[in-house]
């Protein structure tokens, strides 16, 4: 089917934004035009304003801007040919033609439908009925409410082998079976049976609302304690996120996702006031699912149990979602309480309860790093210790952006030598011996290695050091690599621009984690190993005149001027940021005290480079 702009622009013109609108959002009069509170942020006063002649939407509080399909897309989270669809129909257009199997296949899938919310419709009575009894019971006992039940539309299928085809004649039993109501024997002669029996049936709905399958609990005792409805034309299980439609046009106004085991906990939190939450249907998430997710919030919330087996499926969810991460499009795990679902916690201490938990979701890189260091045990070997890099490593390449690939191994290198750092003896790895003054870095300013530097500071080749430095740099940790372990820090967290220099900076920092006593020579060797001969060689090639880079340098001051470099590389960068809030202070208030900050961190920084010029010899240049 092909949809022209005459078309999309004839379906706009009919459609009139505020009457849509409205049906979900109390719109006031304003002059000419309709404002609320905006749907896709939380406010107090109206700025979200509908303009029916111009045919949009704006809000001045978010920027939220669109049109009716736009609104259908955004605010109801339908796919796009959906959202035109239920438009044209509203506004008596007919949709373009479609070619005859496309045509067969949606008149087929529209009878299926059909179908399923008979069924539904079907198990709703028989939950108020006398067989719905012990469904009841079990009902009041989860506390799921009335009001609740009728939202979730629960029902409940009675106990028997042919309840259900009688009860939805004249509908002929393989129309049944094909939608996944009824099983149908291998033995062609034997009649189908119902596929749900003494179950609690809860509908799956697509993100039109749509009942396009069924997930069965069952009452008491017996296994599976789940059932879902087989693949069917309708449903597609690894596509489907269970409660998307209700959780849809919530997490648009919330601004986040939540994601859970099963149904139980969805509804449970719904009834608590949390709508946003989906589960996905008795498999781990998959691919086709976090788009989805994605397409609500940036960062959808994962909820595992906080077992062993919870923190397995949450490694699980995050190595599959590694490929797909992009940068400000990621995870965060939730961890629950051993051996309590989201239905416990707001049961027990409702909504609060479960938002505390929420509050300490952890970041996808921590989840990893906390999962694999469990499960790597006591490190106490190099083998042990390579083997958790190693896992590491593999896990961050997976991530298909490249310069956050980088993000991801520079931030897991980090961690390690954080935390072999705390394993080796203070001798050889006291932060505090790094400068002059116990406790004191290369220009006797406290150490505080807990500290994360800014971001400005993790790419400081993209703010203007020239690549000679960098190579300078790196030529001298060739030279003492001792200085690696010394200043990992720093240098796990830097990532270099320069994409050559940067394998070869990334190199060096993984050949130090595995051998702590690395001398010149194995580390050339490494680098080699790895493919950088090339780059290696651009390094040695260096012609600053840095102390360390001399081949005759005595190896204490050499390590000690190499470090001072590193730290007054960053300290020049800390100055320049400051001086650049301070222009931008400057230049919007015109302030005198402001000039003179401009002016007294230009002089700072003169000092700085002064120094480092004093530190590169004759030949060396400024950053």
Not at 129 to 138: D, F, M, T, V
Not at 170 to 199: H, N, S
Not at 248 to 258: E, F, I, M, T, Y
Not at 524 to 541: S, W
Request: charged share 30%; hydrophobic share 40%; net charge neutral.
């Amino acid at each position: 089917m092909t949809l022209s702009p005459a078309f999309l622009d004839e379906l706009r013109h009919r459609t009139t934004l505020s009457t849509l609108i409205g049906r979900t959002l109390k719109l006031q009069k304003a002059g000419r035009e309709y404002k609320a509170c905006c749907p896709f942020h939380n406010e107090k006063s109206p700025s979200f304003y509908v303009n029916d002649d111009k045919g949009f939407y704006h809000c001045f509080g978010c920027s939220a801007h669109g049109d009716a399909i736009r609104w259908m897309t955004d605010q109801r989270g339908l796919p796009f040919m959906d959202a035109v669809k239920e438009l044209a129909q509203a506004a008596g257009m007919e949709l373009p033609a479609m070619d005859r199997a496309a045509a067969d296949k949606a008149e087929r899938a529209q009878g299926l439908v059909d179908i399923t919310e008979a069924a539904a419709a079907w198990y709703r009575e028989q939950l108020q009925g006398l067989a719905g009894a012990e469904a009841r019971a079990y009902l009041d006992k989860r506390g799921i409410k009335e009001a609740t039940r009728k939202a979730f539309a629960i029902g409940f299928a009675p106990d028997g082998r042919n309840r259900l085809a009688p009860a939805l004649a004249p509908t002929e039993p393989a129309r049944l079976v094909e939608a996944g109501l009824l099983i149908q024997p291998d033995e062609a002669k034997r009649e189908p049976y119902d596929r749900f029996r003494g179950r609690l049936m809860i509908p799956i709905r697509d993100q039109r609302g749509r009942t396009i399958a069924f997930g069965g609990r069952i009452i008491g005792q017996g296994e599976p304690k789940y059932l879902n409805s087989p693949e069917t034309p309708l449903f597609d299980k690894g596509r489907t996120l269970y409660n998307l439609d209700r959780a849809g046009p919530a997490s648009r106004k919330s601004g986040r996702v939540l994601v859970v085991e099963g149904y139980l906990d969805v509804i449970a939190l719904d009834q608590a006031g949390i709508g946003e939450a989906v589960a996905p249907l008795g498999t781990a998430l998959t691919e086709a699912q976090m788009e989805r997710l994605w397409r609500l919030a940036d960062i959808p919330i994962l909820c595992f149990d906080g077992d062993k087996a919870g923190q397995k499926a949450a490694l699980r969810a995050a190595i599959r979602a590694l490929p797909l991460v992009q940068p400000g499009r990621t995870l965060r795990f939730a961890l629950l309480p051993a051996g309590k679902d989201p239905d416990d916690l707001v049961r027990e201490g409702g909504a609060a309860a479960f938002e505390a938990v929420l509050a300490a979701a952890i970041s996808l890189d921590e989840l990893v790093w906390r999962s694999e260091l469990e499960e790597a045990g006591a490190l106490a070997t190099p083998e042990a210790r390579a083997g958790l890099g190693k896992r590491l490593r593999d896990h961050a390449r997976l991530v298909s952006d490249e310069f956050l690939q980088r993000q991801y191994l520079a931030e897991f290198n980090r961690r390690l030598y954080e935390h072999f750092d705390s394993l080796r003896s203070p001798r050889r790895f006291d932060p505090g011996q790094r400068g002059p003054g116990k406790g004191k870095g290369p220009f006797g300013r406290p150490f505080a290695p807990a500290a994360p530097p800014p971001p400005e500071l993790r790419a400081i080749a993209d703010e203007g050091i020239d690549r000679a430095t960098v190579a300078a740099i790196l030529a001298g940790l060739l030279r003492h690599p001792q200085v690696i372990a010394r200043h990992a820090e720093t240098l796990a967290r830097v990532a270099i621009a320069d994409r050559q220099l940067g394998l070869v900076q990334q190199a060096m920092l993984e050949a130090a984690l595995i051998v702590p006593d690395l001398d010149s020579a194995a580390l050339a060797t490494n680098l080699r190993q790895d493919g950088l001969e090339p780059f290696l060689d651009a390094v040695r090639r260096t012609n600053l005149a840095f102390s360390f880079l001399r081949g005759n340098a005595e190896p204490e001051r050499a390590e000690r001027d190499l470090g001072a470099v590193i730290d007054q590389v960053v300290a020049i960068f800390e100055v320049r940021k400051d001086q650049a809030a301070a222009t931008r202070r400057f230049m919007e208030t015109g302030e005198e005290a402001d000039f003179l900050e401009q002016v007294r961190l230009r002089a700072e920084e003169r000092k700085l480079q002064d120094g480092f010029a004093a530190l590169a010899g004759d030949d060396g240049a400024g950053l």
